[in-house]
Structure formats: C-alpha cells, structure tokens
C-alpha cells in the first residue's frame, strides 16, 4: 500500500464533509500542546481521509512527525456523509470548531426541524467535570406489560445493558423499547432518576397499553481551537461482526503507516474511532491484540474515541526533548 499522496502544507480550510484525519490530528494537537505547555505548528501535511502524516514543530526548535489512523472510513455511506456534511456546515455557521461525538450506530438528524434543534442542544451542552461538553437530546420510550408473572424488564435498544436492574422492581413481565436512547447521560443522579421513571411507569394502570417515558440522549461535544467543526461516529452498530472488522480495518491502516518513511525527533501514532462511551472503546485492546512490530518506533501512542485522547504509550517526563531542561536551566 502507498502512503498518503493529498499534499497540503497546513491545515486545510473548512470542507464538508470534514477530513476526519486532519481533525483527529486537530484534537490530538489540543491535547499535545496544553499537555507539554509548548507551542506546535503544523510544518507539512498530507491525508487521504483514512490517513494523515504530519511535520511539527513543538516549542519553535524540534521537529516531530505524526501519523494518524482513521478507523471511520470503512464504515461511512454516502447518506451518512451527506448527513454529516449539512450537520458540519451548520456547526460552522453557528458555533466553529465544535466536534460532535455520535454514539456507534445513530444517525443525527441533518434536516429541519431536527437540524435546528440539534445544533441548538450542542449549543447548550453541559460542561463537565473533565472538561467535555454533554448535549441533551429529548427522546422518549415505551414501556408495555407482556405478562402478569414475575419482575423483569426485557430492553430493546440503548438501555439494553441495564435491563438487570430493574430486575425485582416492577409487578410483571415488561418490554421497553428505547431505540431512541443511544447514551446515557455522564451524572449517576440523571441515570438514576431515569430508572425510577421507569419503575414508576411500570406500576401504572395503563401500564399494558404502553407508556411513554420521557427521557435524554446524551452525546459528547467537545472544541478545538484551530480548524472547522466536525461529526465523529458511525452509522455502524456495536456487535462482535463490528469488532472484527475494526481489527481488520485497524491492522490496514498501521500497515499503510508503515510504509512512511520516518522523520523528526519523535513521532506520535494518532488513532481515532468511534465509541458510545470513552470508557467502553475497542481500539486499545484491538491495538494490544496485534503484531507489536505494526505500531514500533513511535514515542507516543494515542487513541480518540467520545471526546477523550488517551494515551497507550507516554514516555516518563524529560524523555522526550522537548519535556526536558533547556540548557542552563534547572
């Protein structure tokens, strides 16, 4: 396979739908620059979409190269695309450099009124304690008693991993549907809360008709300062059949990489990916599950998934040149 050939000596200018690689290399640099309190500049770039690599420039005198890996690519449709293209453009247009973290397997609506009513929840999103942002979404779903015997909940969609807490606390056998649901929201309080709505509805009279159930989508929104917005996800579900292909996928793209030659005085392996939740994505153990020899001779490994960078490989501090003494200093 070829490297990158799309050559571009900065960072482009806004294209719908966004280079999901140059902004994986974006939200990489909002972290990198703060995190070694050094100013970076973007010397060389070239991208395919699926691939980025990237001359640097950290703190005006070291040179350091960064490669990145898109593991969304295989996954995007061209309804997908389109969608996402219309939802950027307006993101632009009222809050620049906004990223928008999809949970796996949603679509966000990218027509009117839905379009409005989703840029304005991001505009509103939450802070939270780490410093992510947190849209709420209203969505709504249907609980229905199927039986009179016993106490269990079985949960179609987003709450289908917590079906088991309901389990003892309602007069039947139920069914809620919550394909509306795809993320919970970050405080244990609103989860908890949501599970008492529930509760409660299950005890109604009109219980066997079905309930609604008012409730909030809760997805990620971060910023970064310097380049246009973009949407990070895809409209594949998460299920084993996904898990394979993201390995295949992943092992395709660091073998793409590979072929790179390498320069600078570190290098940086940039990964990016989609997740519902940042605690729950798959690219660090598909990473560790692979040839080591696939991602060797870097200095730094990073993925980026839901908002948050996290670091695989960080070397200890003054290893890296740049987070060492200048000479002279103590």
């Not at 990158?4 to 966004?18: F, I, V, W």
């Not at 453009?89 to 379009?115: F, H």
């Not at 991993?161 to 609103?190: I, M, Y």
Request: hydrophobic letters at 40%.
């Amino acid at each position: 396979m070829r490297p990158p050939t799309k050559q571009s000596s900065a960072l482009t200018a806004p294209a719908y739908p966004a280079d999901l690689a140059q902004a994986g290399l974006r939200i990489f640099l909002s972290w990198f620059g703060p995190h070694y309190a050094r100013s970076v500049t973007v010397d060389s770039l070239q991208s395919d979409g699926d691939t980025a690599v990237a001359g640097l420039t950290v703190g005006r005198r070291w040179s350091m190269q960064a490669l990145v890996a898109n593991t969304l690519g295989l996954d995007a449709t061209i309804d997908w695309e389109v969608a996402r293209a219309a939802i950027e453009s307006r993101l632009d247009a009222e809050c620049a450099g906004t990223v928008l973290w999809v949970p796996r397997g949603a679509w966000p609506p990218s027509a009117e009124p839905g379009l409005s009513e989703l840029v304005l929840a991001v505009e509103e999103a939450r802070t939270l304690e780490d410093g992510r942002r947190e849209m709420h979404r209203p969505v709504t779903l249907h609980l229905r008693r199927v039986g009179t015997t016993g106490s269990v909940i079985t949960v179609l969609g987003g709450l289908s991993g917590h079906w088991a807490q309901f389990t003892n606390r309602v007069p039947g056998t139920f069914q809620l549907n919550s394909h509306e649901l795809f993320r919970l929201p970050d405080a244990r309080e609103d989860r908890e809360a949501l599970s008492e709505r529930i509760v409660l509805a299950a005890s109604q009279p009109t219980i066997d008709e079905s309930q609604a159930i008012p409730a909030e989508d809760c997805w990620t929104v971060t910023h970064i300062e310097d380049g246009p917005s973009c949407v990070v996800g895809t409209p594949a579900p998460d299920n084993d059949e996904q898990s394979s292909v993201l390995r295949r996928n992943l092992r395709r793209l660091l073998k793409t990489l590979q072929a790179v030659p390498p320069s600078g005085e570190a290098r940086a392996l940039i990964i990016l990916g989609a997740a519902t939740y940042a605690a729950e994505e798959k690219l660090s153990w598909a990473l560790r599950g692979m040839d080591p020899g696939l991602y060797a001779g870097f200095d730094l490994v990073v993925v980026i998934a839901d908002g948050v960078v996290k670091t695989l490989l960080l070397p200890g501090r003054g290893a890296l040149p740049w987070d060492a003494p200048l000479p002279g200093q103590h």
